[in-house]
């Protein structure tokens, strides 16, 4: 690879850590073209795998200020680059390890911090942003209807009482005038 081939590798390298949501560091050993592709077709359209020199990733990640890949650059390696949803991708990986054992994760990098491979395990385990985020808007609409019924019964038990004291008072205004009438009379008399 000329010099300025290897500058521009680095360069697209340290562009894709920089602006991915999450990287995860694979090591892809007896894995075929074939399987590697079907391995990019399950991150989905917003994950790029790519296999990469180690001395090139390494100049990328110390340039874009990434430790996260320190002594892990060994071996056939390849990032996924994900600019989507990371748990999609960390599924998509896992995935594709259960049935295919060559594929190994390393650990990674999401949100600017190092993450083991262990993390990314954890990560794959949880559902996906849009499943969280209705649960997320269930439980608030379920306790927003909770607080309205909180709210709502003392105000409505205080329109009742309020209600029964005007028609009692209603009901006994008619006979407390009646009652003060005789005694009126019986005053004159």
């Not at 850590?17 to 995860?24: D, F, G, I, R």
């Amino acid at each position: 690879m000329a010099r300025a081939d290897k500058a521009a590798a680095v360069k697209e390298i340290r562009t894709l850590l920089t602006e991915s949501n999450a990287a995860v560091l694979t090591e892809y050993r007896g894995l075929s073209v074939a399987q590697l592709t079907q391995l990019r077709r399950a991150l989905g359209p917003d994950t790029t795998y790519a296999v990469l020199k180690n001395t090139l990733a390494t100049i990328a990640a110390k340039e874009a200020g990434v430790t996260a890949f320190e002594g892990q650059l060994v071996g056939p390696t390849a990032i996924a680059f994900v600019g989507g949803d990371p748990v999609e991708a960390a599924k998509g990986l896992r995935d594709f390890a259960r049935t295919n054992p060559q594929l190994v994760v390393k650990g990674g990098l999401l949100d600017g911090r190092a993450i083991s491979a262990a993390d990314v395990t954890a990560l794959a385990d949880l559902e996906s942003r849009e499943v969280l985020l209705a649960k997320v808007a269930g439980v608030l609409k379920a306790s927003q209807a909770k607080a309205a019924a909180l709210f709502q019964a003392p105000l409505s038990k205080t329109v009742r009482t309020v209600e029964a004291l005007r028609e009692k008072q209603a009901a006994g205004a008619p006979a407390a005038e009646a009652s003060e009438a005789p005694a009126a009379e019986t005053a004159d008399a």
